[in-house]
């Protein structure tokens, strides 16, 4: 049976959610040595004191969750998320502009890109499955490669529909190898997990971190 807790982010993300929250998902990350746990950027502070000796991942999304904001305001976003202590940071694509055919997407990618390897974090972009075709899927995983993403993302949780299998393996297709893929979007099983996982992720996010690791 895979390790299927080397893979997990327990993300909690949710609009209503509180302190005891996002202790709850620590506490939970720590007993079952989950790889990471995402949370919002205003708790991101609270979630570095909480995860102090520990080797956990604290992964935070910036643009969230549409994307379309200024590329101004998504870099004093992800700054101050540095700033809080963010391993790992989330970046919503402006689809937007991308649907526009514009350049900007690529050049904003590029941009957080640098920033965060500069300050040896990690820069994943969620593209939204969702809302992309086939062909618009492929063209955005090069755009981000090209642009040095580590990881693509293919959802934030909030659109129509999550992470499909199918479309996994077109993104490990044609990623390269280097560039990882993360899986995001209605995960709720083993089983999909494993699913995931099988078709090309290597990492899933999921607010059912402890549910995912027993079939």
Not at 24 to 34: G, Q, R, S
Not at 71 to 94: C, R, Y
Request: a neutral charge.
């Amino acid at each position: 049976m895979r390790n299927i807790q080397n893979y997990i982010e327990h993300t909690v993300l949710n609009p209503t959610l509180k302190d005891v929250d996002v202790e709850k998902v620590i506490l939970e990350a720590k007993k079952h040595n989950l790889l990471g746990v995402c949370v919002p950027p205003f708790w991101v502070k609270k979630a570095k004191r909480e995860l102090s000796g520990s080797d956990i991942k604290l992964v935070t999304v910036i643009g969230f969750p549409l994307g379309y904001q200024m590329s101004q305001t998504k870099e004093a976003e992800m700054n101050q998320a540095i700033k809080d202590g963010a391993d790992e940071l989330d970046l919503v694509l402006n689809i937007s502009a991308y649907k526009a055919q514009m350049m900007w997407p690529k050049i904003e990618i590029a941009k957080f890109s640098k920033m965060a390897h500069e300050h040896e974090k990690l820069l994943k972009v969620i593209i939204e499955t969702a809302y992309l075709d086939h062909d618009e899927i492929t063209d955005l995983c090069k755009i981000c490669a090209d642009a040095g993403a580590d990881f693509v993302k293919t959802s934030t949780g909030f659109a129509s529909s999550g992470a499909k299998a199918e479309d996994i393996k077109l993104m490990r297709k044609t990623l390269p190898n280097h560039v990882g893929i993360k899986a995001s979007g209605g995960i709720k099983t083993y089983e999909q997990a494993l699913g995931m996982i099988e078709a090309g992720a290597d990492r899933i996010g999921t607010s059912n971190g402890p549910a995912l690791l027993n079939p």
